[in-house]
Nanobody, 117 residues
């Protein structure tokens, strides 16, 4: 059974930084495209950033230049470095794993990020 466990959320002031981590267990990590999504109250869940097993990345326009997604295939972990945080970045952030062949998709439980002074 594939499990995703996120950590690193919290409260931060505008302009601050946070790093989210997501550890994957139960499957071959390198077989998955990894992504970070977020959902703010009253809004739909949206893609923030994604990274393939080879390291290709894509970002939502709203976070380009501020957020960086990376992965360590030796640690089965994907990261989201978030800099220059804004109040509108406040949301629950979810880790996502999508198998490159079967397209089976798995989600973490979510971690709250709150940007406020």
């Amino acid at each position: 059974q594939v499990q995703l466990v996120e950590s690193g959320g919290g409260l931060v002031q505008p302009g601050g930084s946070l790093r989210l981590s997501c550890v994957v267990s139960g499957s071959i990590f390198s077989s998955y495209v990894m992504g970070w999504y977020r959902q703010a109250p009253g809004k739909q869940r949206e893609l923030v950033a994604a990274i393939t097993s080879g390291g290709s990345t894509n970002y939502a326009d709203s976070v380009k230049g501020r957020f960086t997604i990376s992965r360590d295939n030796t640690k089965n972990t994907v990261y989201l470095q978030m800099n220059s945080l804004k109040p509108e970045d406040t949301a629950v952030y979810y880790c996502n794993a999508r198998h490159q062949v079967t397209l089976n998709t798995y989600w973490g439980q979510g971690t709250q990020v709150t940007v406020s002074s």
